[in-house]
Nanobody, 127 residues
Framework: QVQLVESGGGLVQAGDSLTLSCTVS????????AGWFRQTPGDEREFVAA????????DYGNSVKGRFTISRDNAKNTLFLRMTSLKPEDTAVYHC????????????????????WGQGTQVTVSS
């Protein structure tokens, strides 16, 4: 059974940086396209970033472009999200997601396309 566990969340000030990690177990991480999503109470899940299996192809939500960077280390079964210039509106629970795919080039921005999800890690940005 594939399991995803996020870590690295916390309370930071506006303008600070933070790196989230997502460790994947129960499967071969290199077989999965992966992504990050975030959600606040009462709001819909928002796409943050996505990455292809081999890591060379990425995409970002408009609100985080230029500030966030998604990356992966397949040898360590870990997905990362480097967040810089954080804003109070970035406050949310951040979830990582993964799905197996035969293509090494594809990524997914629609959360409905993912098979596996982590429980999430809280990021709070104070002004």
């Amino acid at each position: 059974q594939v399991q995803l566990v996020e870590s690295g969340g916390g309370l930071v000030q506006a303008g600070d940086s933070l790196t989230l990690s997502c460790t994947v177990s129960g499967g071969t991480f290199g077989d999965y396209a992966a992504g990050w999503f975030r959600q606040t109470p009462g709001d819909e899940r928002e796409f943050v970033a996505a990455i292809s299996r081999i890591g060379g192809i990425t995409d970002y939500g408009n609100s985080v472009k230029g500030r966030f960077t998604i990356s992966r280390d397949n040898a360590k079964n870990t997905l990362f999200l480097r967040m810089t210039s954080l804003k109070p509106e970035d406050t949310a629970v951040y979830h990582c997601a993964a799905r197996s795919d035969p293509s090494v080039f594809i990524f997914y921005t629609d959360g409905k396309r993912y098979h596996y999800w982590g429980q999430g890690t809280q990021v709070t940005v104070s002004s």
